[in-house]
């Protein structure tokens, strides 16, 4: 069984709950491959074969190291760069072959929140002049009720109307955030993907920020790709985790199963640095030794046995297929069923 077949096993199972039968899969990637060719014999492998749906009202979270390829997915999956392989379609329409007005029609469909709020505006317009900016560009109703929108949008993220006439000066790193949240929700996407959107912010932004996106989830029945380094930042707002390791993913599973029983070594490693193992169950052995290895030049074999506690001989000679741990949950690793138990569900929860 290849990779995509386990990854989208449960989109076709026909034991799977009738609400998630009838879900349809908004996002389909299909081994994309993305490599910045440096001469003719080098390449950065920034990503490399990555395969995952996502269904429409569900968030899907990305998270791994800097430098593992999340953000080339955001830029791929937006159109902003072209592939090196692969495909990604969003809605049944493949990406790459849109132009025109269906091109004009995608760039609205699917909108990007980045990292930094104040490089997202321009520091010379007024917030509600930004706002309006993009229903402009798209002729979205009259000067009038573009005005209104943006009202009532800020209203809906959190900000009062004196906002409107602000510049991002006169705003918080936070206050900025929810501008840029709000400016992407007025084209009324059905396809959020948000890189990184809290990792500028201080602690009680950042959870202000999340509860936001949680409650504009809600609300809104958005689909979402949540981008971050960070597990405790996809934790609760996200349905599904997929983890990334040097351009691939290596574990996918909905996400209470992936905090409750992570199969690979490398999540556990993560788990263990983002210090939510309060039981203390995951050994020193199992924290992250030495820098992430260049994606000029991936490991052989897999990529994470330069600095797994648990590599064998196999490990650096043959690359694992994903396996299936549950109807879910996948995971790539030879050996991942010897693992000790780590953190399970009779250990609690962390
Ligand atoms: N235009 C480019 N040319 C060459 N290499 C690039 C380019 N863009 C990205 N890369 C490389 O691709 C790899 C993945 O980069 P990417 O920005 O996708 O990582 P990331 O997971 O988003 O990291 P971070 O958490 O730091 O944002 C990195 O090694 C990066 O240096
Ligand atoms: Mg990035």
Not at 60 to 85: D, F, H, M, N, W
Not at 112 to 139: N, Y
Not at 172 to 195: K, T
Request: charge should be positive; proline fraction near 6%.
């Amino acid at each position: 069984m290849n990779n995509v077949t386990l990854l989208r096993k449960s989109a076709r199972d026909p034991q799977a709950p009738a609400s998630e039968a009838v879900r349809p899969r908004l996002v389909e990637v299909d081994e994309l491959a993305k490599h910045y060719f440096l001469s003719r014999l080098f390449s950065i492998k920034s990503v490399d074969g990555v395969s995952f749906d996502i269904r429409q009202g569900e968030v899907l979270g990305l998270v791994g190291e800097s430098g593992c390829g999340k953000s080339t997915i955001a830029r791929l999956l937006t159109r902003q760069t072209p592939p090196t392989s692969g495909q990604v379609r969003i809605a049944g329409q493949e990406i790459a072959d849109v132009g025109g007005e269906d091109l004009k029609r995608l760039r609205r469909t699917v909108q990007l929140v980045f990292q930094d709020p104040f490089g997202a505006l321009d520091p010379r317009m007024r917030i509600g002049t930004s706002m309006e900016a993009p229903l402009a560009q798209h002729r979205i109703g009259t000067r009038e009720e573009r005005r209104d929108k943006v009202m009532r949008m800020l209203a809906e993220v959190g900000l009062d109307e004196s906002f409107y006439e602000r510049y991002p000066r006169q705003c918080s790193g936070g206050q900025l955030q929810r501008v840029v949240i709000g400016r992407a929700l007025l084209l009324e996407p059905r396809f959020l993907i948000c890189d990184e959107p809290t990792s500028a912010l201080d602690a009680s932004m950042r959870t202000q920020i999340l509860n936001l996106l949680t409650d504009l989830k809600r609300r809104h029945g958005l689909t979402m790709l949540m981008i971050s380094h960070d597990l405790r930042v996809v934790r609760h707002i996200c349905d599904r985790i997929a983890v990334m390791y040097l351009g691939r993913i290596v574990e996918v599973a909905d996400s209470d199963a992936l905090f409750r029983t992570p199969r690979h070594p490398y999540t556990r490693a993560l788990i263990a640095a983002s210090m939510l193992d309060r039981t203390g169950l995951y050994s020193p052995e199992i924290q992250l030794r030495g820098d992430l290895p260049s994606p000029l030049n991936p490991p052989r074999g897999c990529r994470f046995h330069t600095r797994c506690a648990h590599a064998q001989a196999k490990c650096s000679q043959a690359e694992p297929e994903f396996e299936s741990a549950s109807e879910s949950h996948q995971v790539r690793c030879h050996f991942w069923r010897e693992l000790p138990p780590g953190q399970t569900a009779e250990a609690g929860s962390p």
